[in-house]
């Protein structure tokens, strides 16, 4: 299973070219949810350059496309994304320390 995670302190984001792109592909001018900063038109264009907040699972299949197709350009702000593959069935959680990220198998916690 492939899994993004951002790389470098700071925060998981895309792009504005990404997250166009997700749009594109899905046909749905909202992918994303509403956490993309700026003003988005009905032409899909945002208005500002700050932008790329999504809430998307992190093993959604058209993020995972656009990070491929678009590598170092679907980083946003302060982002550094990579692709990681783990095992197919693994319960995981995505851990981080001030924005920089791993993905760690969950276990039981007591």
């Not at 851990?95 to 791993?102: A, L, M, P, R, V």
Request: hydrophobic share 30%; aromatic share 10%.
């Amino acid at each position: 299973m492939k899994v993004v995670v951002n790389r470098c302190y700071g925060g998981f984001s895309l792009s504005r070219k990404a997250v166009l792109l997700a749009r594109k592909i899905t046909g749905n001018p909202k992918w994303g949810g509403a956490q993309i900063k700026g003003d988005i038109y009905d032409n899909g264009e945002i208005c500002n350059d700050d932008y790329g907040y999504v809430e998307v699972e992190r093993n959604d299949k058209i993020l995972i496309e656009v990070v491929e197709k678009l590598g170092k350009k679907a980083d946003g702000r302060c982002a550094e994304l990579e692709i990681v593959e783990i095992p197919d069935g693994t319960d995981y959680e995505i851990e981080e320390y001030d924005g920089k990220e791993w993905v760690s198998e969950r276990h039981r916690k007591w």
